[in-house]
């Protein structure tokens, strides 16, 4: 059984986290840039060590210095949350090597599902349908319009180790092809430092559907049910809810259990998330798995009444799942939305700075996860995320009512957010109706 854990990680999810182990009775450490030196994550952890300068190059992803720390701190396990190098398999392999349990799948499953092209090239082999498009890596301009001529236009043109976003374009004409996948492997190269592409048929105006797993040692996997992500700003999502108001019964079964095919294909083990595109058609394509703890987990926390934290914990040391698929039973509706410092009116910009004044309502089925605090400094370095409010009713009207009122009375003074662009968003009669998909922000407030 673990004594202490160390978060590799800041904001929200490490606050999360930390709240976790201590119901657990697992001590925690919480690691830190030199800008979060009074980040909240570092006053609720029973220790903090400062790892680095601001940029989190040299801090949050020097997996040096993060091991460094653990061993100092003689924790024996870590705990990545999401983003920085959750997804990092090279971290992983020298987490095992330094004798630290790591919160979350092998390397080998990281390398295997991290990677597009590979991921794709797998779930085929186990007969999950995935959107038509390459089975092997692309590498040259040339050769992705040779492709993308035969599969015909629109196509999407993605970074094989891409991820929130970047390495993405869209080529709806040979014209265009060129100077999309040209960019698309620009930002690939930068962000991810990976020059392989692979190119899908365009799905268009999908849902984003999520099935959550849970995966122990010895073989056993259930789904938690789906997440609907549809409501997204240039791939990134700004709501959530489960379930999505647009399954039937008999689709829902099926893609819980295409979802369980994708994780045993693989022998998934810990929290993962199998995402997948539903067509106008009602058919879901596999898009990818996320081998990580999601932003939105609390979504399917509020449904099904499960810690997926101390799921997570609990897995990774060895203990075997005590839920079965048919104790998995969902209840009611929730919506979760994503509040960022920036400005919608000034194109979404960051708004980083000190927030004088901040009220944060509760009540019946209301959460808010947050590390935000009266006086505190958001710094410019990270992303833009500063809170999610989670609420859960009987259905999703009532559901979409009480986020409403909820996201009323929420104030964050001294910094721009986007809190009124998502009241508007609840407002809207065709997000009301559930007439959403990926492109809803674009169609209707663009």
């Known amino acids: ?235 990134q999502k700004l709501i959530e809810e489960s379930p999505s108001s647009v399954m039937t019964p008999e689709l829902r079964k099926k893609l819980g259990e295409t979802a369980v095919k994708a994780a045993q294909a693989v022998k998934y083990e810990n929290a993962g998330t199998i995402e997948f595109l539903l067509d106008k058609n009602g058919e879901f394509y596999f898009m990818e798995m996320n081998t990580r703890i999601q932003v939105e987990h609390p979504v399917t926390e509020m449904v099904t009444g499960l810690d997926l934290i101390k799921e997570q914990i609990n897995i990774a040391q060895g203990q075997p799942l005590e839920i079965n698929q048919e104790d998995i039973i969902i209840r009611g509706h929730s919506i979760e939305c994503r509040i960022n410092a920036e400005n919608p009116n000034k194109n979404f910009m960051p708004c980083p700075g000190t927030i004088y004044e901040m009220h944060l309502p509760g009540g019946n089925g209301v959460r808010i996860d947050t590390a935000m605090f009266q006086g505190y400094t958001i710094p410019p370095y990270y992303d833009s995320m500063i809170a999610k409010v989670i609420v859960h009713d009987k259905d999703r009207a009532s559901a979409i009512n009480k986020m409403r009122s909820t996201l009323g009375e929420v104030v964050f003074e001294g910094i721009e957010t986007n809190l009124d662009f998502q009241y508007e968003i609840l407002n809207h009669q065709a997000f009301r109706n559930g007439k959403i998909n990926t492109h809803f922000i674009q169609d209707y407030f663009e």
Request: charged share 25%.
């Open 1 to 235: 059984m673990f004594q202490k854990i160390l978060i590799a990680n800041r904001g929200e999810i490490a606050v999360r986290i930390i709240r976790a182990c201590r119901e657990l009775g697992i001590k925690t450490v919480a690691v830190y840039s030199e800008a979060d030196r009074n980040a909240l994550h570092t006053q609720l952890a029973d220790e903090a060590i400062c790892i680095g300068p601001a940029a989190a190059d040299e801090s949050y992803l020097s997996i040096e210095r993060i091991v460094s720390a653990t061993i100092a701190a003689e924790a024996d396990a870590i705990h990545p949350g999401f983003g920085f190098l959750s997804e990092n398999a090279k971290f992983v392999e020298i987490c095992q090597k330094c004798n630290i349990k790591f919160i979350g799948p092998s390397a080998e499953i990281i390398n295997k599902m991290g990677n597009k092209s590979e991921a794709r090239k797998t779930m085929m082999e186990a007969g999950v349908p995935v959107v038509p498009g390459t089975k092997e890596a692309v590498y040259t301009v040339e050769d992705g319009k040779r492709i993308a001529d035969e599969m015909g236009y629109p196509v999407m043109i993605k970074a094989s180790s891409g991820g929130g976003g970047k390495g993405m374009r869209i080529a709806d004409s040979e014209d265009v092809f060129s100077n999309a996948f040209k960019t698309a492997q620009k930002e690939s190269i930068n962000a991810f430092a990976d020059n392989t592409m692979y190119i899908e048929k365009y799905i268009e105006s999908p849902r984003h559907i999520e099935v959550q797993i849970l995966a122990d040692q010895y073989g056993k996997v259930i789904q938690l049910g789906e997440r609907d992500c549809s409501i997204q700003r240039r791939h």
